[in-house]
């Protein structure tokens, strides 16, 4: 069966360090993957998206995640988190019925 | 602005009551779907629609009922046959093959009291 996984419950960075989340997928081909993230009380919003093409894709807020075959993974990354960057952060992978399978959560806490 | 609503934001429910949640879409998306949060729990799919007149079970169907007789409704009512409905719900859509992933709502939280 397809699964993402997440293997980080909670990370905790301190503002301005680099973030990297990590994100693994079990699936036979290439599948469309996503990048969301959640505020407390609040719906997902859609940071990024892989399809094909470029390994390395840009989203918004300054995020940015790389697909790596190799690895099946596609972790999440920022250069310098700032304290409005703490929500929770969900990576979900497409299967073959354009269904989403999610990630269980990662938790980002940033400390002052 | 296209997007997607839901409505109440804050919902009460007490036992043995039926309550029905809203999502309305103007996005002219396909696919709606329902998902049930709680704390470290994720995700976890209710039902979901991917055309007018047709819905299929998630993970978690039991206790709930949907129906999609419009393309931009897509309400869910938590039925008392639910034996723990207090959660956050939230209601998505997305084009036929998800290109562009899901589109959220920005959930309804039902509390039982």
């Known amino acids: 069966a397809q699964s993402v996984t997440q293997p980080d419950i909670h990370i905790t960075v301190s503002e301005g360090a680099s973030l990297e989340l990590r994100c693994n997928y079990s699936?036979?081909?290439?599948?469309?993957l996503f990048w969301y993230v959640q505020s407390p009380g609040q719906g997902l919003q859609l940071l990024l998206k892989y399809f094909s093409g470029d390994t390395l894709v840009q989203g918004i807020k300054g995020f940015e995640a790389e697909f790596k075959r190799s690895q099946s993974s596609f972790n999440l990354r920022k250069p310098s988190v700032h304290w409005s960057d703490a929500a929770e952060y969900f990576c979900?992978?497409?299967?073959?019925?354009?269904?989403?399978?999610w990630g269980a959560g990662t938790k980002l806490i940033i400390k002052p | 602005d296209g997007g997607i609503t839901q409505s109440p934001k804050y919902l009460f429910r007490k036992e043995g009551q039926n309550v029905t949640l809203s999502c309305e879409q103007n996005l002219n998306h396909d696919a709606m779907y329902w998902y049930r949060q709680d704390p470290g729990q994720g995700l976890r799919l209710i039902y979901y629609s991917q055309i007018v007149n047709d819905f299929q079970k998630g993970d978690i169907a039991e206790g709930y009922s949907v129906s999609r007789e419009k393309k931009e409704s897509f309400p869910l009512t938590v039925t008392s046959a639910q034996k723990n409905p207090t959660a956050f719900y939230l209601c998505?859509?997305?084009?036929?093959?998800?290109?562009?992933?899901?589109?959220f709502g920005s959930g309804t939280r039902l509390t039982v009291v």
């Open positions: 979900a992978a497409m299967d073959s019925n354009y269904q989403l399978i």
């Open positions: 699936y036979g081909a290439t599948p469309y």
């Open positions: 998505a859509s997305s084009t036929e093959q998800g290109e562009d992933g899901y589109t």
